[in-house]
């Protein structure tokens, strides 16, 4: 149990249609972000979020967006959804960001999204 | 392009025997690094995290870092059966922004 929680848990989207996931950080974590992870893979980094502002990209496209609000709960959009796409959605969640190094890294359980 | 390379198995060890994972990364400047475990459909749950060079224990875990090689390790002693999943490295470079290894699997077979 990390505290970290994500939902929903599983959603089936339609190619081109838009998305919203969300995530509520750990009690006392500041610092959100968003991986992707296909099927065989690792996670790939999306961007991260701290203190409300996006704070670091990977190499995802702009339909991929984000916010972060003051409680830190955090939400990730796609826009245009293509069908690769389709992955395992997670959120992590720690302290600091930007020059910190945080001590742990606690990922949800994650959102399974299928674009068909 | 910072890169994490893990051998993507299967790893395969008998009950009771230990398993070494191994990981190598390219980015000198990366800070720590991270072990996570995954099982099947489920999300990665954090083992443990090493900062400094040389080994650190955790139960049955324990990492191994060697930043002049690039290279970090986990051991798994006595390994079980509920031990077989994939393991992944993951190493931050800043931020507590990770890159991901795509992972090894083990399995340990009764």
């Known amino acids: 149990e990390t505290g970290v929680t994500q939902s929903p848990t599983h959603l089936i989207k339609t190619r081109g249609q838009q998305v919203t996931l969300r995530c509520s950080s750990q009690s006392g974590h500041n610092t959100v972000s968003w991986y992707q992870q296909a099927l065989g893979q690792g996670p790939q980094f999306i961007f991260q979020?701290?203190?409300?502002?996006?704070?670091g990209r990977g190499n995802f496209p702009p339909r991929f967006s984000g916010l972060q609000f003051p409680n830190y709960s955090s939400e990730l959009n796609v826009n245009a959804l293509e069908l690769d796409d389709s992955a395992l959605y997670l959120c992590a969640s720690s302290r600091g960001g930007g020059t910190e190094t945080g001590n742990t890294i606690y990922f949800g359980e994650g959102s399974w999204l299928t674009v068909v | 392009q910072k890169e994490v390379e893990q051998n993507s198995g299967p790893l395969s060890v008998p009950e009771g025997a230990i398993a070494s994972l191994n990981c190598t990364y390219s980015d000198r400047g990366s800070q720590s690094f991270f072990w996570y475990r995954q099982y099947s459909g489920k999300s990665p749950e954090l083992i443990m995290f090493?900062?400094?060079?040389g080994d650190k224990e955790d139960g049955r875990f324990t990492a191994q870092l060697n930043k002049a090689s690039q290279y970090v390790s986990l051991l798994i002693r006595d390994s079980q059966p509920s031990d077989s999943a994939t393991y992944l490295c993951?190493?931050?470079?800043?931020?507590?922004?990770?890159?991901f290894g795509g992972g090894t699997r083990l399995m340990v077979k009764p």
């Open positions: 979020y701290y203190r409300e502002e996006e704070n």
């Open positions: 090493i900062y400094s060079n």
């Open positions: 993951a190493v931050n470079n800043a931020g507590n922004m990770l890159t």
